[in-house]
């Protein structure tokens, strides 16, 4: 089983012909990541209201007045396709921050906002065929950090793409290429 942000690290690295292989299997998360998920966990902890502060692992988030969160409503969801490949099986799993009928909302931190980041990807396209939705709705939050552990949330941004005509098949052939590749590389020690 693979994860839909491995196939999709696996095409960005398949794009930079500068990449190691080492760079591909190296699944430590960046200080940014784990940032990410400290405010990931600090508004799905908080509980509904007004909030100036939010924290959690170790980090403090400040949330400007004019700011509305919706804290508390991550309801995190994981499912899996299985996509069939000359003949062989290979599950592909994600994991939404909420699903709310057909539309799936991810939430996303940043330092700076870059709209084709997120479009030109191929987790939102995974995501709507594994999930079987039709709208894919980024909640992006720009931070900035303000001394070692504390962030402030400067800027909020929704962005979203829809499902088309094709995207299972676009998504078919991207698994088809990777499942391909892991079946021929040799993992690094």
């Known amino acids: ?9 696996w095409r960005r690295w398949m794009d930079d012909e500068d990449a190691e292989l080492t760079d591909l299997f190296d699944d430590r998360p960046s200080a940014v990541m784990e940032i990410g998920t400290a405010f ?11 909030h100036a502060v939010l924290e959690a692992n170790g980090c403090r988030f400040e949330i400007p007045d004019d700011f509305e969160i919706d804290a508390g409503k991550f309801l995190e969801l994981r499912a899996s396709k299985t996509y069939v ?3 062989q099986p290979i ?20 330092a700076r906002f870059d709209p084709e980041r997120y479009l030109s990807g191929f987790q939102w396209r995974l ?16 931070i900035e950090e303000v001394d070692q552990d504390t962030f402030r949330v ?11 005509p094709g995207l299972a098949e676009d998504c078919q052939r991207l698994v ?3 499942a391909r590749f892991m079946r021929t590389v040799e993992r690094p020690a």
């Open 1 to 9: 089983m693979y994860r839909v942000s491995f196939v999709d690290k």
């Open 40 to 50: 990931h966990k600090a508004v799905e902890l908080a509980p509904p209201g007004d």
């Open 85 to 87: 490949v000359d003949g």
């Open 91 to 110: 599950v592909i799993s994600g994991q939404v921050d909420s699903l709310d009928g057909l539309t799936i909302d991810d939430h996303k931190t940043t």
């Open 127 to 142: 995501y709507l065929d594994i999930f079987e939705a039709d709208r894919f709705r980024w909640n992006v939050f720009e």
């Open 154 to 164: 400067r800027a909020a941004h929704r962005l979203e793409q829809f499902r088309y």
């Open 176 to 178: 088809a290429d990777f």
